[in-house]
């Protein structure tokens, strides 16, 4: 997926208020310098942040930090149904301006969100109960309730688990021929999910040897070619068997699978489940875990 730089603007208005009623998410992947909330209300798809693709349905509330590259795009069970987001976008100067002093303390916060933040527990909770009022009020008590929201994200830093292992592989430090080469590579991998995919014809599309792909990607999307192939794989899989009553068997065939037994080795390592228990199990979009290098074999 290529990342777009988008501008963002909110003249006259000290963050920019959005609330999105579509039949479906596909937002291309794209960067901008400004934070972002996102609060999905409704819907169901995977959600790409940096160099992480997980699962997400409703309630998925998220922190980004300025120029991490990220889309959320819908599962294909869903094509049609309403989907539902609320979205605030605000510039770090907020938080370091000489004004209001008492914002400096959310510099700590801003450093984190580099790594993109998945809210959870008590933050969310209260959290979701400023944004739902939100809608209703007028620009200024807009205003006051993003401070609210911030100042519940620090009070409850123990609810915000990061999405990236670090800052380096979602904030955009790369080179922009770099940039572009990750890029038409994640593309190809995400055009390609159910096919069989290899470093050499990975390696090919960037026009370098294997060698030098493995060790280029590896550096620059945090992880391996073949755990980040397994990671968009098993989000997807694990989509479609909470979304849909398919088969086990044509699930794994369709997300690139090949054996079942390696479709169940992999799920597992990540979800800590076999994918039936998954599916008959009470189960939320479970966070990927990147187990690192797994074999030779993408998926």
Request: net charge neutral.
């Amino acid at each position: 997926m290529k990342v777009k730089q988008e501008h963002v603007t909110h003249s006259g208005q000290t963050f920019r208020f959005i609330r999105l009623e579509l039949d479906a998410f596909r937002g291309e992947r794209h960067r901008h310098r400004q934070l972002e909330l996102t609060w999905i209300e409704q819907g169901a798809g995977l959600r790409f942040v940096g160099s992480s693709v997980e699962a997400f349905e409703s309630d998925d509330l998220v922190l980004l930090g300025p120029h991490v590259p990220h889309a959320w795009v819908s599962a294909g069970e869903r094509a049609g149904k309403p989907h539902l987001a609320t979205v605030l976008q605000f510039s770090p100067d907020l938080i370091f301006q000489h004004g209001l002093p008492e914002m400096g303390s959310l510099s700590g916060l801003v450093a984190l969100a580099g790594q993109g933040l998945q809210i959870e527990g008590a933050a969310r909770g209260a959290m979701l109960a400023v944004l739902r009022g939100m809608p209703q009020r007028s620009s200024l008590l807009r205003l006051a309730d993003l401070i609210e929201l911030l100042g519940l994200l620090q009070e409850h830093q123990a609810s915000l688990r990061p999405i990236l292992d670090n800052a380096q592989h979602g904030s955009g430090g790369m080179q922009a021929d770099e940039q572009r080469r990750v890029d038409r590579v994640l593309d190809w991998i995400h055009q390609h999910m159910d096919q069989s995919l290899t470093v050499e014809a990975a390696a090919a599309l960037v026009h370098v040897t294997p060698a030098a792909f493995s060790r280029f990607f590896s550096r620059e999307v945090g992880k391996s070619f073949t755990a980040y192939i397994n990671d968009v794989r098993c989000s997807e899989a694990s989509l479609r068997l909470r979304l849909s009553d398919r088969p086990v068997a044509v699930i794994a065939r369709e997300c690139g699978f090949e054996t079942m037994s390696h479709f169940n080795r992999q799920f597992r390592i990540r979800t800590g489940s076999t994918p039936r228990d998954f599916r008959i199990g009470d189960s939320k979009p479970r966070r990927v875990v990147a187990p690192g290098n797994e074999g030779a074999q993408p998926d």
